[in-house]
């Protein structure tokens, strides 16, 4: 028992070591605050400072990133970096951002960034935002990692759990799209294959869904004419 119980300890205190928000910190000179940048009009500059949380994908030299502070996300889309550079950018990592506040359907992004490695690491947990479904509120959260607990899967198009790409047009590997309900309305999520392709537990475990089954879920609160989380765990109740 005492063995448990320490062993049980040194997990939680470093599962608490890995999650706790960074101390306050000092903003470099002209860098914002997450609130300066949430009022910044779009395509203005900003510079910002933030902890890679997940990487979606690199192409020609280019890397797409979700971000965030203790403060706020921030989305970096198509941030200039090598493979070597985009290999680097573990999650944890802090980085100094300089680009363009962008909005594409709904999604504040960050765009024609550069970026330089600063000192520190952090680890966000996921913010359980069930509460704030259908809420104007919800955006407010826009691009954090975020949970979602106790939701109903419903069945999409055709009566099934799941469709490939928005449509059922697609196939494996592509994106998946499926429909939740909380307290009588629905919602579409969506497991991004650039983010959790189909080789990942997530994509894996939306496949074997069931309409009717009670899930929770975390995943990055992107939007799409409207909220579009990009999910990546999916547990059955």
């Not at 599962?15 to 009022?39: D, H, I, N, R, W």
């Not at 047009?169 to 189909?198: H, I, M, P, R, W």
């Amino acid at each position: 028992m005492k063995k448990f119980l320490s062993v049980a300890f040194v997990a939680l205190t470093v599962l608490s070591v890995a999650t706790a928000k960074p101390k306050a910190e000092k903003k470099g000179k002209g860098v914002m605050t997450y609130a300066e940048f949430a009022a910044a009009p779009l395509e203005s500059e900003v510079v910002v400072e933030t902890y890679v949380q997940a990487k979606q994908s690199w192409w020609d030299n280019k890397g797409t990133f979700y971000t965030q502070d203790k403060e706020g996300a921030y989305f970096l889309y198509n941030m200039a970096c090598s493979q070597e550079e985009y290999n680097k950018l573990v999650p944890g990592t802090k980085i100094k951002v300089t680009g363009y506040k962008a909005e594409w359907s709904g999604e504040v992004e960050i765009i024609d960034a550069k970026y330089e490695i600063l000192k520190g690491k952090y680890i966000a947990a996921a913010d359980d935002v069930t509460a704030l479904l259908g809420t104007d509120d919800l955006v407010k959260k826009q691009n954090l990692f975020v949970a979602f607990k106790g939701m109903t899967v419903e069945p999409s198009d055709g009566g099934a759990a799941f469709l490939y790409k928005w449509n059922g047009a697609g196939q494996d590997g592509d994106d998946l799209y499926f429909k939740v309900s909380k307290n009588g309305k629905v919602y579409s999520f969506t497991v991004e294959s650039y983010l959790c392709d189909n080789t990942t537990a997530v994509y894996k475990a939306v496949k074997e869904l069931k309409v009717g089954q009670v899930i929770d879920m975390e995943g990055f609160l992107y939007w799409y004419e409207g909220p579009n989380p990009h999910i990546t765990a999916v547990s059955v109740k």
